[in-house]
């Protein structure tokens, strides 16, 4: 069931695999589809829909793709990568080939990243800092990398090897006034990094053990002094403004345990939030840190905690019994909480609307709920009761 009044339910695509990158909103309001792949190579046809209109194919032979603003899509296909802009045929970007993974720098900037292979076989990572621009090897050896919120940088982890970590490498896509496009070398033994959502500011984690998965969190805008915040750290994530980092750091202070912390980005002031987390995220006005963690009274069972970034305040609790969350893209005062059952049957769906819980639906497939942008002020799930299966919409209050 899709409540959607009168309108038509439009088909989009066919042979879609129920995987990650099969298909994804565009900025524009279009949806990229990569369908019908072959088991063997990959290769599959690659379309765009625009609401309102019929399915285009970008390519009949692609392998992997990115999505961008103004509904540019980059793509590789036949061992080449190329560029799609709305209305126009597919353009091959010079100096792309052997590329199979792509990204498309955040507006307003137009560069395109692959990492593809060399002759040798070993991965590079290419940089177009326009599509009319030959692309350039700007790293070798490459394992992640990523554009940082306002295009202004890619981010690498370079020079990777088996069971070691690699050198974190800034490369500035547009010079500043007066400055370079010369690569910054931002540290070595780097295991993991990210941008903030909305700031170009970096964390990651340095003198890396890939034994444990965890090392020393530190944080830094490319060109100017970092700030270590913390060792024997294993998973992070930076507030939307960069000014804030949680991170769940392993302690043994009276005991061996994973303590949640919420530190300025700038300097360590690490303020403890709750214990051995399952999950945890930043609102997307970045005002609280939310996480699953076991609840601080009783100890035993899981507890959806908040804690206010800008101030002192102590953690407040939102419920109990959670096993998971899910914030509105943008605002802070609302979310879906997934409620467990004692049954087993799926789980059960509250909304979190300025500081009540509201009951939205029981029985729901577990992590198949949503808040669909652009204020999270409706939702969608995956129904398990027998007089409600399928897919739901509900408007929240």
Request: with cysteine.
């Amino acid at each position: 069931h899709w409540d959607l009044g009168s309108a038509r339910v439009p088909r989009v695509a066919g042979g879609v695999a129920p995987a990650p990158g099969a298909f994804a909103w565009l900025p524009d309001g279009s949806i990229a589809v990569l369908s019908r792949r072959e088991p063997g190579t990959g290769a599959g046809t690659l379309s765009r829909w625009q609401p309102g209109g019929e399915s285009r194919v970008v390519s009949p032979r692609a392998t992997a793709w990115a999505g961008g603003n103004g509904g540019r899509i980059a793509f590789a296909a036949e061992g080449e990568a190329w560029l799609a802009v709305p209305g126009a045929d597919p353009v091959r970007l010079a100096g792309g080939k052997g590329a199979f993974e792509l990204a498309l720098a955040p507006s307003p900037g137009t560069a395109i990243a692959a990492r593809a292979r060399d002759a040798a076989g070993a991965p590079v990572l290419v940089l177009w800092r326009s599509a009319t621009a030959p692309g350039e090897v700007v790293a070798r050896d490459v394992g992640a990398f990523a554009f940082s919120a306002d295009g202004a940088w890619l981010g690498a982890v370079a020079g990777v090897a088996p069971g070691t970590g690699g050198r974190l490498v800034a490369v500035p896509v547009v010079a500043a006034p007066g400055g370079s496009l010369a690569t910054v070398e931002v540290a070595g033994g780097v295991g993991a990094f990210r941008w903030a959502p909305s700031s170009p500011r970096l964390a990651w984690l340095e003198a890396f053990d890939p034994r444990v998965l965890a090392g020393r969190l530190v944080t830094a805008v490319p060109g100017q002094p970092p700030a270590p915040l913390g060792d024997r750290v294993t998973s992070f994530e930076l507030s939307p403004s960069g000014g804030q980092v949680a991170y769940v750091r392993h302690v043994t202070d009276g005991g061996y345990s994973a303590r949640l912390e919420l530190s300025p980005s700038g300097a360590p002031a690490p303020a403890p939030v709750g214990g051995d987390p399952s999950a945890f995220a930043f609102t997307g006005d970045g005002r609280w840190l939310l996480a699953v963690a076991p609840c601080p009274a009783s100890g035993a069972g899981s507890c959806l905690v908040r804690a206010p970034t800008a101030g002192p305040a102590a953690p407040q609790v939102v419920a109990e019994g959670v096993v998971g969350f899910v914030p509105a893209p943008r605002a802070g005062d609302r979310m879906l909480v997934a409620l467990g059952r004692k049954d087993g049957a799926g789980v059960d769906l509250a909304g979190f609307v300025e500081g009540k819980l509201v009951p939205v639906d029981s029985r729901a497939l577990p992590g198949s709920a949503l808040l669909l942008p652009p204020d999270g002020r409706r939702a969608a799930w995956i129904g398990l009761a027998p007089d409600r299966a399928g897919v739901l919409v509900a408007d929240l209050p």
